[in-house]
């Protein structure tokens, strides 16, 4: 019992709160504009495998904004509610210099009453570029792959310009 609660402890502090993000963004797929304005908060928890990897995962919350009307294939149609996500996912970071880092998310997304969005893959390639030892300004692609039930595309994708706190 004692070893076992050496081994919790131990491997809980080696993990660590990497980061929290707070990212505004743009659509850029195939979504019709039907949700052109999106914001985002990430948490990450990163494990530091070597000097230029870490590896963990991230979760967190996007969320579109309904636009007024879109267009799909010319026809003006009435929006419909916001869009909510919930991905989870595993992350890795790899830090090409001293200040400037890539990163990769891969994982399942979570529509929350979004219809006509159901759940689906995630992926997330993100640059970002340290400012401060615990600042950085974070560069990064959204892709959310889901089932829809009508022809509105399967994709949701943004481009995003954030903040990324390291506690």
């Known amino acids: 019992m004692k070893r076992n609660l050496l081994l919790l402890f131990l491997f809980l502090g080696l993990i660590k ?5 707070l ?14 304005f999106a914001l985002a908060f990430d948490a990450t928890y990163l494990v530091n495998i070597n000097k230029n990897l870490d590896f963990g995962f991230t979760t967190g919350l996007s969320y579109w904004f309904k636009s007024d009307e879109y267009d799909l294939s010319g026809l003006k149609i009435s929006a419909r509610g916001d869009i909510k ?5 595993l992350t890795s970071r790899f830090n090409l ?15 929350i009453d979004s219809h ?16 401060f030892k615990s600042t950085d300004i974070v560069l990064g692609y959204k892709l959310f792959n889901m089932d829809s039930s009508i022809d509105v595309g399967p994709n949701i994708d943004v481009v995003s310009l954030g903040v990324e706190f390291k506690l």
Request: glycine residues 10%; without cysteine.
């Open 116 to 131: 006509p969005y159901s759940s689906g893959f995630y992926f997330a390639p993100k640059i970002q570029y340290e400012l």
């Open 85 to 89: 996500m919930l991905p989870i996912a």
């Open 17 to 21: 709160l990497q980061a929290q993000e």
């Open 23 to 36: 990212k505004v963004a743009t659509s850029v797929g195939s979504n019709g504009g039907v949700n052109n």
């Open 97 to 111: 210099t001293e200040k400037l880092s890539f990163g990769i998310d891969l994982g399942y997304a979570f529509a």
